[in-house]
T-cell receptor, first 113, second 113 residues
Framework: DGGITQSPKYLFRKEGQNVTLSCEQNLNHDAMYWYRQDPGQGLRLIYYSQIVNDFQKGDIAEGYSVSREKKESFPLTVTSAQKNPTAFYLC????????????FGQGTRLTVV | AQSVTQLDSQVPVFEEAPVELRCNYSSSVSVYLFWYVQYPNQGLQLLLKYLSGSTLVESINGFEAEFNKSQTSFHLRKPSVHISDTAEYFCAVRETSGSRLTFGEGTQLTVNP
């Protein structure tokens, strides 16, 4: 089945550790996104990528890093510089073209203790 | 820059009552508009979208939304809600020439028996 896979679904880390969230898609989509979701704040864009080896900062990129070495994969690293990393993280993708909608993964809930 | 405002953070209604979830957007260029639905601890699913043409768009489960260019709005309506419609609803905008997808803060719809 085609889709977007985020893993793991739940992730726990100690404060000060970097952690990488996985996002893989087999939809052959060009563009991929990472969003952070906090209660009452909607979805805030962290990074997005329109093409392999290229990505742009979103609204809240500080403390995060990404790579796009393959079309299928867009991992997000939450670094120790991120002040408040506990949140629900959503990955999405869409085929870059006219009128297409984004498809979402099931999310990763990161808890930093 | 584009932005989205969802005017109600919480909307409680009784089963079989009508509902309207309000969404306003801001953009200096033409846009595509989307409504997504999210159930607890899951990703987002597309509910409906406006690309061009008829300003009234419908979903398969009875929701509809009307694009109003002069008022820059894309309100979501359903004439009779069910308990199963309880979820969080997100309005989103993307410029027709771009790939950046911007979301509103979300509206929690709670349908009570």
């Amino acid at each position: 089945d085609g889709g977007i896979t985020q893993s793991p679904k739940y992730l726990f880390r100690k404060e000060g550790q970097n952690v990488t969230l996985s996002c893989e898609q087999n939809l052959n989509h060009d563009a991929m996104y990472w969003y952070r979701q906090d209660p009452g704040q909607g979805l805030r864009l962290i990074y997005y990528s329109q093409i392999v080896n290229d990505f742009q900062k979103g609204d809240i990129a500080e403390g995060y890093s990404v790579s796009r070495e393959k079309k299928e994969s867009f991992p997000l690293t939450v670094t120790s510089a991120q002040k408040n990393p506990t949140a629900f993280y959503l990955c999405a993708s869409f085929p870059y073209g006219e009128g297409t909608e984004a498809f979402f993964g099931q999310g990763t809930r990161l808890t930093v203790v | 820059a584009q932005s989205v405002t969802q005017l109600d953070s919480q909307v409680p209604v009784f089963e079989e009552a009508p509902v309207e979830l309000r969404c306003n957007y801001s953009s200096s260029v033409s846009v595509y508009l989307f409504w997504y639905v999210q159930y607890p601890n899951q990703g987002l699913q597309l509910l409906l979208k406006y690309l061009s043409g008829s300003t009234l768009v419908e979903s398969i489960n009875g929701f509809e939304a009307e694009f109003n260019k002069s008022q820059t709005s894309f309100h979501l309506r359903k004439p009779s809600v069910h308990i199963s419609d309880t979820a969080e609803y997100f309005c989103a905008v993307r410029e027709t020439s771009g790939s950046r997808l911007t979301f509103g803060e979300g509206t929690q719809l709670t349908v009570n028996p």
